[in-house]
């Protein structure tokens, strides 16, 4: 790498451009901050456990809603041998529960305790005595749900929306199965983990015999927001994550990039106020990445550790300013991550990203198995996302670090109205 | 099951007995609770967020300090080739930068980015901006730390305490190695999950090349409570858990249970003031447990699902009657959870448990992977735990549900003293 030391410090500009530029605009990426903001998280907090959203509406929750602390998600095959009328029961099944516990109440009216002494309890119980904890449950398709082996197993084939479509392989892709697709996705986000899990454990119940859980994958330290509000939060390479990521109060934005339009997809109309869902759990190599030196990491993720700021200057809201206008050498290195997802190289393309970290455990070597549950909704995966993706995994810096293990793509369904279930223009 | 149904409800008495008996006291053990009390919740998760704990005094925190709501736990192997000398360096690093973490500082005075530019940071970063969150570390060590395949590699083999000794097998269990035993452990405890898991990842960089990461394992949902203001939590059996565990304010039954006591062990002066931690990574076959009737699952645990009483009555804080005075027939199963752990069918002993727990995705028949990490400090694990394990893997009727895959025994250093490294009195 080509350093040029200004001042007694390294300078980013010379790291990009090779040239020699004033630091003054780096000095802000440098110094110790007071490292606790106790006030604010706490009064967060506290608004938090009794938060509870209403389960009904235009769009399902938990896409603008504001992200929750913790994820769990799961991805269900429906069964060998079943029918469009066992999925619907199941669908008008877990509508009830799912808006029931939502709002905090068990699953069934029974509960965890109503019932008869010999029959087995309704609600699993684990979620008793806890608030609502802002849970919320969003329900897709993946494509195999419309057909499977070409086998057009619910009479829906023609409804499969023609954008919802295995993803095409990336380069540096190692999938496994066991993590990837689904017929069916429900993403359970809460700010208290055990809400979140009991949720999708009383579905994978309801739905016993008729759906098989194929995967699923719990997430915390949310790596984006959607609520301006909230603080950006930082992945797990440190760095914020989600700085320009669409806010729930931007509604031209969400119109342009994240729900589907009624004419998006005339043979899928009951998508019409749904949205594309790419779930991506990306492991990253963390011991790799935090041997690097702060240099080389700031050129790869095109921002500055400390503020989350543009490598180009100013706060971590300026916009990027990817190069000097005089002399057309880059401000932001060309295989930034940054530069490469921005929207300015990519048609304008926006996603709401919503994603999780993880951290499951870690290998023989020691090292962790952590990373990124990249979750993103588009309205277009053929121009949101694949372009992105291919982008980045042709080019991207930041790459080296990353590993995609499991994939999928699934169509959400728009909201449930009054006396709905869930995807009742889909399957009824 | 012999069922006796009683003024059309079924009784327990019933099924534990095969005799009739007045189901009065079974009625408080039915009905529909209010199921969230958000306000309690609301002001618990306020204050929790900014509590931050000393690191240092008679004890170490995270033992008797009320439970945090996330886990992060961790067993390091020293590194073949390493000698006290590194070992002693190492927990001079890990004391700094631990008692730094406890506080909501980063790890080391330069942090995230006040190094070099050209070096790798000291600190990776993601808890900037994160509060305390009551982050606690705990270390100990395992039998393998004094001596590994008869090899003295520290000098320290004659100070290994007597019973800390590998756990014998137990019927039933499954050990997998990579879930198992460890040289050193460190509990991670917060309220945050990324402020844990930084922690951890934090210890296991700065102990680069002196240890490797053994195995770890995240956790949810405190399966007991420490602090008797804090409210009995539930396992994912449904269950109220920990009712009956020591409380901080216990002062006698800490010093007659948990602690070690200086003339415990003469060759072991230096644990005096720590203790034993028995770590467990049971899974629980939930699928199958909910399939059971309530009263099945009453009869297993001895106690009522809704309010956590005894099976004998009462409120959840009462007292089991384990036998009818007058007919000395059983009024809670001779088999149930209660019973076969209860203090007095064990002389007496009592833990302090300090369990999480887990959901690490499912296998692939559709079943979560899914438990407690069972957690216990104990002042002597031949007295306290040892013989109540025994007793649980012959007779507990719950036993089936449980396969315990991971376990290990550590002994607990002491407290740190004002200018002291951890474990010093073992160490130098």
């Known amino acids: 790498m080509d350093l040029a030391r200004i001042g007694g410090r390294w300078s980013r500009r010379g790291l990009i451009s090779g040239g020699v530029a004033a630091a003054g605009g780096l000095a802000a990426g440098v110094g110790v901050a007071g490292l606790s903001g106790p006030v604010a998280s706490e009064a967060l907090a506290a608004a938090r456990a009794g938060r509870r959203y209403p389960f009904r509406g235009q769009h399902q929750a938990g896409i603008v809603t504001p992200v929750q602390d913790r994820l769990f998600f799961a991805a269900f095959d429906v069964e060998a041998g079943q029918r469009r009328a066992d999925v619907v029961r199941l669908f008008r099944t877990w509508t009830t529960a ?197 240099l080389e990491q700031e050129a790869q993720v095109g921002r500055t550790k400390k503020t989350g700021a543009p490598l180009s200057g100013g706060t971590e809201m300026s916009a990027p300013q990817f190069e000097d206008a005089a002399s057309s050498s880059p401000l932001i290195p060309r295989n930034s991550h940054l530069r490469l997802m921005h929207p300015d190289f990519h048609g304008g393309a926006r996603m709401l990203r919503r994603g999780y970290s993880f951290a499951d455990g870690n290998d023989v070597r020691g090292k962790l198995d952590a990373g990124l549950f990249f979750l993103a909704y588009v309205r277009n995966p053929d121009t949101h996302f694949i372009p992105l993706q291919r982008a980045m995994a042709r080019h991207d810096a930041m790459g080296q670090w990353l590993t995609v293990r499991g994939s999928a793509l699934f169509a959400i369904a728009p909201g449930v109205g009054d006396g709905e279930f869930i995807a009742q223009a889909l399957l009824s």
């Open 98 to 294: 799912a808006e029931r516990m939502t709002q905090g109440l068990p699953a069934t009216e029974n509960g965890a305790y109503g019932g008869r002494f010999d029959q087995a309890p309704d609600d699993t119980g684990e979620a008793i005595g806890l608030p609502p904890s802002g849970l919320t449950l969003t329900f897709g398709f993946g494509p195999s749900f419309f057909s499977k082996d070409g086998d057009d197993r619910f009479g829906l084939a023609r409804r499969r929306p023609e954008l919802l479509r295995p993803l095409p392989p990336f380069q540096g892709d190692e999938l496994e199965r066991r993590r990837s697709g689904g017929d069916i996705c429900v993403q359970a986000c809460a700010d208290d983990p055990q809400v979140a899990l009991h949720a999708i454990r009383m579905l994978a119940r309801l739905g016993d015999e008729v759906v098989r859980l194929r995967w699923s994958q719990s997430g915390f330290g949310r790596t984006s927001r959607t609520d301006r509000s909230q603080p950006t939060p930082r992945n797990l390479f440190g760095f914020k994550d989600g700085t320009a990521n669409i806010g729930s109060d931007d509604a031209a934005a969400l119109k342009r990039h994240v729900w589907v339009a009624r004419d998006d997809d005339p043979d899928a109309r009951w998508l019409a106020g749904g949205s594309y869902l790419v779930a991506r759990r990306t492991s990253m190599d963390i011991e790799g990445w935090d041997h690097q030196s702060l």
